[in-house]
């Protein structure tokens, strides 16, 4: 399979992947609507970021390891689903404030990039049906003899379709008129996705993959 060739596949797979909703989507508009753009923005570079773990251990044919081992599944869903949980519960745990403006302003510039990439970054690095998808799409697009710097390119093109698509999401949430309606909810914002986090907390570890 010829380079171009591979690009068309992985960003006709890659891009319904991405826009399927899960754990990453909940979180980046549950980033943007309470941190505001920028931690959005920083979300979504965490999660591309995320994707250089699960096609590293690609590569190098480990995700086929992985994808077939119970006990390395059940230890990434655990994680994965714990990590969820703990995100759940902060939310959950969100308070109404006695001025919401002055605090959403405080907040948007008290909250660290850092950390919006790190949240992101561990997110999506901790999703227990990557190793499974990596191995159905690399299968596809991959072969023994194929150069390093093929892989290298098709894992970067997946990283910046990721991004694209939850930049995309971050700025439809950014705009006025959006964002207006959901700042009206205030702190119900940041119970609501909290408990959208553990519900997906718990299909993570309940489901059977």
Not at 45 to 67: D, K, N, P, R
């Given at each position: 399979?010829?380079?171009?060739?591979?690009?068309?596949?992985?960003?006709?797979?890659?891009?319904?992947?991405?826009?399927?909703?899960?754990?990453?989507?909940?979180?980046?508009?549950?980033?943007?609507?309470?941190?505001?753009?920028?931690?959005?923005?920083?979300?979504?570079?965490?999660?591309?970021?995320?994707?250089?773990?699960?096609?590293?251990?690609?590569?190098?044919?480990?995700?086929?390891?992985?994808?077939?081992?119970?006990?390395?599944?059940?230890?990434?869903?655990?994680?994965?689903?714990?990590?969820?949980?703990?995100?759940?519960?902060?939310?959950?745990?969100?308070?109404?404030?006695?001025?919401?403006?002055?605090?959403?302003?405080?907040?948007?510039?008290?909250?660290?990039?850092?950390?919006?990439?790190?949240?992101?970054?561990?997110?999506?690095?901790?999703?227990?049906?990557?190793?499974?998808?990596?191995?159905?799409?690399?299968?596809?697009?991959?072969?023994?003899?194929?150069?390093?710097?093929?892989?290298?390119?098709y894992g970067l093109w997946m990283m910046i379709i990721q991004l694209a698509w939850f930049?995309?999401?971050?700025?439809?949430?950014?705009?006025?008129?959006?964002?207006?309606?959901?700042?009206?909810?205030?702190?119900?914002?940041?119970?609501?996705?909290?408990?959208?986090?553990?519900?997906?907390?718990?299909?993570?570890?309940?489901?059977?993959?």
């Amino acid at each position: 399979m010829d380079l171009f060739q591979g690009l068309l596949i992985i960003t006709t797979v890659h891009l319904l992947a991405a826009a399927s909703p899960g754990p990453d989507f909940v979180l980046v508009s549950q980033q943007t609507l309470t941190h505001g753009k920028k931690a959005g923005l920083m979300c979504s570079i965490g999660i591309a970021l995320g994707l250089s773990i699960h096609i590293t251990y690609s590569a190098f044919g480990l995700a086929a390891v992985i994808a077939n081992s119970e006990t390395a599944l059940w230890v990434i869903k655990i994680l994965g689903g714990g990590y969820l949980f703990y995100l759940g519960y902060k939310g959950l745990r969100a308070k109404p404030s006695l001025n919401d403006n002055t605090s959403a302003e405080v907040e948007i510039k008290k909250y660290s990039a850092k950390k919006s990439i790190a949240v992101g970054f561990i997110c999506n690095a901790l999703n227990p049906k990557a190793p499974i998808y990596f191995v159905a799409l690399f299968t596809v697009v991959l072969s023994p003899n194929m150069p390093l710097y093929q892989i290298a390119i098709y894992g970067l093109w997946m990283m910046i379709i990721q991004l694209a698509w939850f930049s995309t999401v971050v700025f439809l949430l950014s705009r006025p008129a959006v964002n207006a309606k959901f700042k009206l909810m205030g702190y119900w914002i940041d119970r609501i996705f909290g408990g959208l986090m553990i519900a997906l907390g718990l299909k993570v570890i309940l489901t059977k993959i």
